[in-house]
C-alpha cells in the first residue's frame, strides 16, 4: 500500500485545520500531532524530532482520507505525520510536515495564486516550490487543476508535493476541472463546495464558479450578492473565478462582467481570474473604465504550468488601453496582507519579480467578522452502485450543500432514497448538483446538436417560493446556457417536472442536473426519479 496523494491542507481555521491524503488502497486514517512551541528548541542544537503526542484516527475504511483537528491554538506552528493502515496489515506513513492555525486579524500573512497548472508540469513545479519558499501562509489557485480526467490530478499532486503539506489550498473550479469529478473527490472545500468562502486574518475571500450559471437571479448571483453584503465590513476583500471578464486575448469572457456592478457596489479590493495563460493587470475599473478612486484592480494569473508557445498564451497586437501589463510567462502572485496595507506581487517561475501593486487604507479600528461558509468535516459518500433520487453512484455523484440537502430513505418514490431539500428561508437557496451524460471527463462531442429531456418528480411540504429542476452546460468558456422547469409550491404530492433542451452546441464540457429552489424560498422538498434522455 502507498500514500499516493498528500498529505495536504484544506480550510484551515484559527483553532482548526482539515488534513487529507490517498492510499491505493482502503484503509484506516490516522493523524499525529504537536504544536511545535512545547518542542523547545535552541539555534545550537537545533529542533528535536516531534514526538506526537496527540492523535486523531478513524478506523472506516477508505482511499481518500480526511480528518479534522480541532481545538488548536491559534497562530501556532503544528507538526504531523500521516499513517493509515490496511485490513492485511500493512500500514504506511508520511514524512513529518508542519502547518500554522490561520492568524489572529491584525496579524500580517501572505499567499499564493496561480491557475492553470496542467501541462507544463516543472514550471508547476517550479512555482509551486517558490511559494513554498516564501512561506505563503495559504494558497488561493485561479482553476484548472487537472487536464479534464480524475487521473490527471495526480500530476497535480506530483508537483506541489514541496507545497501542500505545509500551505492549505483554496481553488475555483476551471473549465478543465469541471468535466471530471476530482475537484469534489479531492477536495475538502466550505460549503456549498463548488462556491464558497471563507475569512483569514483581516480579509474576506470569495471563490465563484464561472462554469455554473453566475446571471442576474440565478442561485449563484443571489449567493455572491449575499455574501459580499454580509462580509462588506471586512478589512479586504478578494475575489476569485477562473474566467476572466477583461483580458488582452482570445480568452476573454466578456459575458462574467455581469459580476463587475456587484464587485463595485460592495467594495471589492481585488479580482483574480486565470483561463488564459499570461500573466496581466488592470488598472482599477469601475464601469468598465478607469477609476483610480473606486475602481477594481483586476489580475489574470494563468501562468502556473502552461506551456506558453501555445495559442492561449499569444496576446493580442494591442493590449486593452486599460491593461496595466501584460506578459505570457509562467508565474504565481503572491499577495501580502496587513490590516492597512496590501501589496501584490508577480514573480516569475526563475524567481524574478516582475510587477508589483500596493493599496493601502487609513488606519482603522477592525470590525469583528461573522462566519464564513461553513467547513464541515469530509462528506460521507452513499457507496457506489446506490441509487439516490433514480440515478446510481458510480464515478459521477451527487453533490449536496449539506445546510439544505440530505439523503432521505423514508421518503421516496422510485428509489431507496430521495434528495430532501429543506431552508427556512432565510439564506439564499443552493443547489443540488450531478453531472450527466458522461463520466470519462472528457469533451461531449457526442452530443452535438441532440436535444436532451430532463425529467423528475417533487413533493412539495409546506412550500413558500417554488421548487425547480434544470439542466445547464458549459464548454470551454465557461457556463453557457440552462433550461429550468416551472416551480412547484405549497403541499403537493409527487408531481413529475420535465424540461427539455435545444439542440446542445458543439465543444460542450459538461452538462448538469441542477435541483433547486427560487430565491427567498422555505420549507421542504423530496427529488426523486430524475432521468435524462435524449429526444429524438
Known amino acids: ?50 514526538t506526537y503526542p496527540c492523535r486523531r484516527e478513524s478506523d472506516e475504511l477508505r482511499t481518500i482520507h480526511a480528518v479534522r483537528l480541532t481545538g488548536l491554538e491559534t ?85 506541489t508535493e514541496n507545497l501542500l503539506p505545509y500551505t492549505p489550498w483554496y481553488a475555483p473550479m476551471g473549465n478543465h476541472d469541471s468535466p471530471n469529478e476530482g475537484y469534489f473527490r479531492y477536495f475538502n472545500y466550505p460549503e456549498p463546495h463548488y462556491w464558497y468562502s471563507f475569512n483569514y486574518g483581516a480579509a474576506h475571500f470569495t471563490v465563484l464558479n464561472s462554469n455554473m450559471d453566475y446571471r442576474p437571479g440565478s442561485e449563484q448571483w443571489n449567493w455572491l450578492e449575499d455574501d459580499l453584503k454580509t462580509f462588506q465590513d471586512a478589512r479586504w476583500k478578494f475575489v476569485f473565478f477562473h474566467h476572466p471578464p477583461y483580458c488582452s486575448n482570445n480568452c476573454e469572457i466578456p459575458a462574467t462582467r455581469v459580476l463587475c456592478p456587484l464587485f463595485e457596489r460592495y467594495g471589492v479590493d481585488i479580482v483574480c481570474t486565470a483561463h488564459a495563460t499570461i500573466y496581466e493587470r488592470f488598472h482599477p475599473l469601475r464601469d468598465g473604465q478607469y477609476d483610480s478612486a473606486d475602481g477594481v484592480p483586476y489580475f489574470v494569473s494563468g501562468g502556473g504550468g502552461y506551456d506558453m508557445s501555445l495559442a492561449p ?18 508565474h504565481f502572485l503572491l499577495t501580502s496582507v496587513a490590516p492597512d496595507e496590501c501589496q501584490v506581487r508577480a514573480i516569475d517561475s526563475e524567481g524574478y519579480l516582475f510587477d508589483t501593486l500596493t493599496l493601502r487604507k487609513p488606519a482603522a479600528p477592525l470590525t469583528p467578522l461573522p462566519a464564513a461558509s461553513p467547513q464541515l468535516p469530509y462528506p460521507d459518500l452513499p457507496p457506489t452502485g446506490t441509487v439516490l433520487a433514480g440515478i446510481a453512484e458510480g464515478a459521477a455523484r451527487w453533490v449536496l450543500p449539506r445546510t439544505q440537502f440530505a439523503c432521505d430513505s423514508r421518503v421516496a418514490r422510485t428509489s431507496a432514497q430521495s434528495i430532501r431539500w429543506h431552508n427556512r428561508g432565510d439564506e439564499p437557496a443552493l443547489p443540488a448538483i450531478r453531472r450527466v451524460l458522461n463520466d470519462d471527463g472528457k469533451l461531449l462531442a457526442a452530443t452535438a446538436g441532440k436535444r436532451y429531456a430532463l425529467e423528475a418528480w417533487v413533493r412539495t411540504e409546506d412550500v413558500q417560493g417554488g421548487i425547480t429542476v434544470s439542466l445547464e452546460w458549459n464548454g470551454d468558456m465557461g457556463f453557457i446556457d440552462r433550461v429550468q422547469s416551472r416551480p412547484v409550491a405549497g403541499t403537493r404530492d409527487w408531481t413529475r417536472l420535465e424540461v427539455t433542451t435545444p439542440a446542445l452546441p458543439p465543444y460542450v464540457y459538461c452538462c448538469r442536473v441542477v435541483l433547486s429552489a427560487l430565491a427567498g424560498s422555505a420549507g421542504a422538498a423530496w427529488f426523486d426519479g430524475v432521468t435524462v434522455t435524449e429526444v429524438t
Open 1 to 50: 500500500m502507498r500514500i499516493t496523494a498528500g498529505p495536504y491542507l484544506q480550510n484551515v481555521a484559527r483553532d482548526a485545520i482539515t488534513i487529507m491524503w490517498q492510499t491505493d488502497d482502503p484503509a484506516t486514517s490516522a493523524v499525529e500531532y504537536e504544536q511545535s512551541g512545547r518542542l523547545g528548541w535552541s539555534a545550537y542544537e537545533g529542533r528535536p524530532e516531534p
Open 313 to 330: 498564451s499569444e496576446l493580442w497586437d494591442h493590449l486593452h488601453p486599460i491593461s496595466a501589463l501584460a506578459k505570457p510567462t509562467n
Open 75 to 159: 497562530e501556532q506552528e503544528h507538526f504531523y505525520r500521516v499513517s493509515s493502515s490496511s485490513p492485511g496489515g500493512d500500514t504506511v506513513s508520511s514524512a513529518a510536515a508542519s502547518f500554522r492555525t490561520a492568524v489572529r486579524a491584525d496579524s500580517p500573512f501572505s499567499f499564493a495564486t496561480y491557475g492553470d497548472s496542467l501541462r507544463d508540469h516543472a514550471a508547476h513545479r517550479r512555482n509551486a516550490d517558490l511559494a513554498r519558499a516564501h512561506r505563503a501562509d495559504i494558497c488561493v489557485g485561479a482553476g484548472d487543476h487537472s487536464q479534464d480526467e480524475i487521473a490527471r490530478f495526480g500530476d497535480f499532486f506530483a508537483c
